[in-house]
Nanobody
Framework: VQIVESGGGLVQPGGSLKLSCAAS????????MSWYRQAPEKEREFIAE????????CYLDSVKGRFTISRDNTKNTVYLEMNSLKPEDTAVYFC????????????WGQGTQVTVSS
């Protein structure tokens, strides 16, 4: 199993980034997918999840209206589009595969750094 995040970087407050997560080694379309983040000296927190078919999504309250999770099952890829970024969004962002929607997370990526700073 491989889960590889990309698209992180340095962005100014108010800016945008789109993260990608490429998965392999399992039947991608059978799994819900999630994004998490971990800021320095803080616990990892859930950000967003999308069901296996893409019809259901849920978000952390603080990112609702700013972040959008989506997936392309033909490309085995899940995305996180982030707009109106704030310094408090600075963290390592992780992609994960969930056995079921709102269920157990079983596979993790290595993370990509997002830094929001002027």
């Amino acid at each position: 199993v491989q889960i590889v995040e990309s698209g992180g970087g340095l962005v100014q407050p108010g800016g945008s980034l789109k993260l990608s997560c490429a998965a392999s080694g399992f039947v991608f379309s059978n799994y819900a997918m999630s994004w998490y983040r971990q800021a320095p000296e803080k616990e990892r927190e859930f950000i967003a999840e999308i069901s296996s078919g893409g019809g259901n999504t849920c978000y952390l309250d603080s990112v609702k209206g700013r972040f959008t999770i989506s997936r392309d099952n033909t490309k085995n890829t899940v995305y996180l589009e982030m707009n109106s970024l704030k310094p408090e969004d600075t963290a390592v962002y992780f992609c994960a595969a969930d056995r079921t929607y709102r269920g157990q997370t079983i596979y993790w990526g290595q993370g990509t750094q997002v830094t929001v700073s002027s």
